[in-house]
């Protein structure tokens, strides 16, 4: 796939998590940038550092604990909206959890982060996901299409006047082979449709998800309990 | 955390610090100690508690104080001696094993008779005792003392209450009684005082009499109160101390006995990475499971909804077979037969996928819809071809197809689009779901 920004080998990348030993293990397994193409330009620990370092550096991606002191990774997504909504040089966000609990993911999703990977993720799939996120995709791991169906399932029938807010067939066909464990490739293949096509439906899914109005999300929290 | 610390053995005695714990039962082994009885009580549980220390009817000690009253007031003497050095507790009656039984068991046997009757007894007995007292010029002073003595137990009742409702959480919103009753108790002893000294004859000093005390009580507050706040604050924050050190004692006890356990036979297995990460991943499955475990379900035995089963029965894969089994669930519903097979089904297929998918974890997907529940269950081995297998060989057309095809389901086994096997099972929903 042809990037718009930069080498095609090379992605400049910050990471955000408060435990040092994750971040020295991940830098170990991905920042050898000769073997990976990544680069790890900053790492941060909390809220503020993660805004400084992330201001200072302009990488390509961020990879973003959700929890963090300070705030959380919501709020490093809050304050570093200007970045990511550059148009010449955008910082994107990749939320790396161990957390898999459904409003922490869905928040910073709805935040603004372009994907979603748990930290039992293998080196060499979350080097390809960085830059899948640094293309401008959306990484939609299969629980966390889990979530987002769950999310829409439960307002079966919204006014009309919210189209934006539903999921059309088709991008629900797409979520559920996600979830079922499909990569985009055999996604497409499976619907005979391009990669690309599943690329575009993802990143409806990921737009819907960020618009989708407050109280549609709310009434989901509320029927989970989770508020 | 649970809403309720369950109490410690040990004897706390209660008054202390530690109030927001029950006082021990009294057991068999421990020192049988006397309580007031919290539960049931009329004016102080002393009888309620004296009846179940000494194994008697309430009714008989209720008697034995009304019958002690009408020689010259000792059996109220002795009911108020009780009242002041006995503590309360929730213990002290044999039928009261636990408060909230006893409440219901209350409730449910003679609910007002008893009481009735026994107030009548009571109003018997104080106008017996009102008649012996031969209430002449000299004894005008009683009828201030009586209404002193309503007062004071009025008050004192109203403390028991207090130090109940923090044992029982009580309900919040009720504060408006307790403080009615509590003023109200505070005007009898006030007027009761007050009466004494006319009383007594002593009425042309009152204004006098009255601004001295005034003076006292200012006095008296001024010099303790800083004493009293520092105390309560100090108690309230012991008691806090206390609750967060139990607190962590619990998430130390199950750190060290999974955890540690853990870590130590993950250290042993060094050498087999298979081994380590089945491990690890028990672990973690069961350190979330505690961590984020729902308020209040103690349940940990069998699972009552589509997504619990269908993680129980992945987690049962993942551990004996020591694959990767990731479950995405999307809704619930509660079990009934034909899940069950599903689940059954979508076990067994966890188990083929897990035997004969290699090392690459097992997907497991279950959407509950409105009509039917649909399972994937995909690996990433070699595939796999039904036509090829031989008839003996039953696991797949027995345990899975068979299965759900005996249950109203349907079964279709397909090589996945990127290899593997991807097993999908649809059940139809019973309508009334």
Known sequence: MTTPTGDERRVRVVLVDDHRMFRTGVQAEIGVTAETGVEVVGEAADVDQAVTVVTATRPEVVLLDVHLPGGGGVEVLRRCAALSADPDRPVRFLALSVSDAAEDVIGVIRGG??????????????????????????????????FVLDAFASTDAPPVDEDLDRLTQREREVLRLIARGYAYKEIAKQLFISVKTVESHVSAVLRKLQLSNRHELTRWATARRLV | MSASPPPPPGPSGGVSGASFLAPPQPGADGVRKLYRSSEGRMVGGVARGLAGHLGLPVLWVRALFVLLAVFNGIGILLYAVFWFFVPLGVGGV???????????????????????????????????????????????????????????????????????????????????????????????????????????????????????????????????????????????????????????????????????????LIQRHAEEPREVARLARAQE?????????????????????????????????????????????????PLDERLVAQTQAAREAMVNGAKYGGDGAVQVYAEVEEARVFVSVRDHGPGFDLDRVPDDRMGVRESIIGRMRRNGGEARLRPAPGGGTEVELEMERVAAA
């Open chain 1, 113 to 146: 982060a372009r994907g979603y990977v748990t930290k039992t993720i293998t080196g060499p799939d979350l080097v390809d996901s960085i830059f899948r996120v640094r293309d401008g995709d959306a990484v939609f791991s299969p629980r966390l299409a889990g």
């Open chain 2, 94 to 264: 044999a039928e009261a094993k636990e408060p909230r039984d006893a409440r219901s068991w209350l409730a449910g046997k003679r609910p007002d008779k008893g009481q009735v009757m026994a107030l009548i007894a009571l109003a018997v007995g104080t106008g017996i005792l009102v008649d012996n007292l031969n209430l002449g010029a000299a004894n005008r002073a009683v009828w201030p003392l009586l209404v002193i003595g309503v007062g004071v137990a009025l008050v004192w009742r109203q403390a028991d209450n207090a130090r109940k409702a923090r044992w029982v959480e009580m309900s919040h919103g009720k504060r408006f009684w307790p403080l009615v009753r509590a003023a109200g108790g505070i005007v009898l002893v006030i007027a009761g005082v007050t009466g004494f000294i006319v009383v007594r004859g002593s009425g042309g000093h009152l204004g006098g009499i009255l601004q001295a005390a005034l003076a006292v009580l200012v006095g008296v507050a001024l010099i303790a109160g800083p004493y009293l706040v520092r105390m309560t604050q100090d108690l309230s924050a012991e008691r806090l101390l206390r609750i967060r050190a139990q607190e962590r004692a619990e998430v130390a006890a199950h750190v060290h006995d999974s955890v540690l356990h853990t870590l130590t």
């Open chain 2, 285 to 333: 499955r069961e350190l979330r499971a505690w961590l984020y475990r729902p308020e209040g379900t103690g349940r940990d035995d069998e699972p009552t909804t589509l997504a619990e089963a269908v993680r129980a029965a992945a987690a049962e894969v993942e551990d004996a077979h020591g694959v990767p089994v990731e479950v995405v669930c999307v809704g619930d519903c």
